[in-house]
């Protein structure tokens, strides 16, 4: 779990990164920087979703005492 956990931060930070790219470059004339964004939500949205999943089920622990 923790490894796929990092693969999704790396994956978001990628996507950040390549948008920045794609500001700088089209100077925001293109459609790009906003489908890298997009992605990076929805990268978000799925590592979120996989966390919350993760506790359901037991993969992550809750509490610890």
């Known amino acids: 779990m ?5 693969l999704f931060i790396i ?3 990628a996507s950040l990164g390549s948008a920045l790219f794609f500001l700088i470059k089209d100077h925001g004339q293109s459609k790009r920087t906003a489908r890298a ?6 990268l978000s949205l799925s590592l979120f979703l ?3 999943a993760g506790y359901y089920f037991g993969l992550i622990p809750g509490k610890i005492s």
């Open 50 to 52: 996989l966390l919350m």
């Open 37 to 42: 964004l997009a992605l990076r939500v929805g």
């Open 2 to 6: 923790r490894i796929i956990v990092i």
């Open 11 to 13: 994956l978001i930070l």
